[in-house]
């Protein structure tokens, strides 16, 4: 290969769209044909325990051929913070270890912030807290605190700290102390992306969210939660993992029937879909090039590869 050729081509591909459109599976299939390895950018799924309400699908990396290696799974206790910090910097350290073996990086997951923290390198760094400014910034309304996080920070990523007192402050805290010592920031490495995401027609993607629930809940998704709880984790911490996790706490708590659990459940994992969709077409207007493509159509797949320049010897 020319060395322009090479030095163009993607050398990290991204899996990504709505819930239960089969993007494990998918992201398996890529890393076989090409030569890979999976990062997984799924929030709930770095957290030991929480199996099959995260849909950690395990088993799928060793079907059909040589085990795939994988990382950013159970990496961490559910008692355990996790932050998109910590989430980035892991990342990182994997995408340039997967580099150095020679290999190709597939990132992979719907966790749309956590996608969007590698592809446009969020610049994210661990800051001390700063009792002077908390000082001086508790008397600011919620509206003032926005209003000084815009001015340091007009491309700030995380929307929802504009609705949260202490993660305006947090984030403010953050940005003075980022611009007040320029060496905390490492860069990130230079990622050319192919990024694919998965498609289904709305009929089937919510066929398939019904049937997987029914499974998951036939499978010991409640006995899951059971036991996490049993172990140590509180009703509040569980809550605080939304979807499966919230609405399942609620039922064992007995605050809803097994019908509500479902019907309650179904509905809130559609509506999450939808915002996935949402959240990535938000990335696509800050100019991340997307490419949608059916899990299906291998074809397309094999063009696109092609067009890209991947798996095409060096």
Known sequence: MTPDIAASRPNLIAVTGPTATGKTAFAVRLARRLGGEIVSADSRQVYRGMDIGTGKDIAEYSTGGYP?????????????????????????????????????PILCGGTGLYVDSVLRGYRLVEAPENPVLRAGLEPLSLDDLAARLRQLRPDHHTSSDF?????????????????ANPGSFTPPPEIRPLVIWLTRPRPELVERIGARLGERLDGG?????????????????LESFGLEYRFIADYLRGRMTMEELYRDLFTAIRRFAKRQETWFRGMERKGVVIH?????????LERLLAEAGCGIPS
């Open 163 to 179: 609705r949260k007192r202490d993660r305006l402050i947090r984030a403010i805290e953050i940005a003075v102390f980022t611009d």
């Open 68 to 104: 795939v290696p994988y990382h950013l799974i159970d990496i961490v206790e559910p008692s355990e913070n996790f932050s998109l910090h910590d989430y980035q910097k892991r990342a990182f350290d994997c995408i340039r270890g997967i580099w150095r073996r020679g290999r190709l």
């Open 292 to 300: 949608r493509l059916s899990p299906d159509d291998f074809g397309a």
């Open 221 to 237: 998704m409640i006995d899951e939660v059971q036991r996490l709880n049993a172990g140590g984790i509180s009703w509040e911490r």
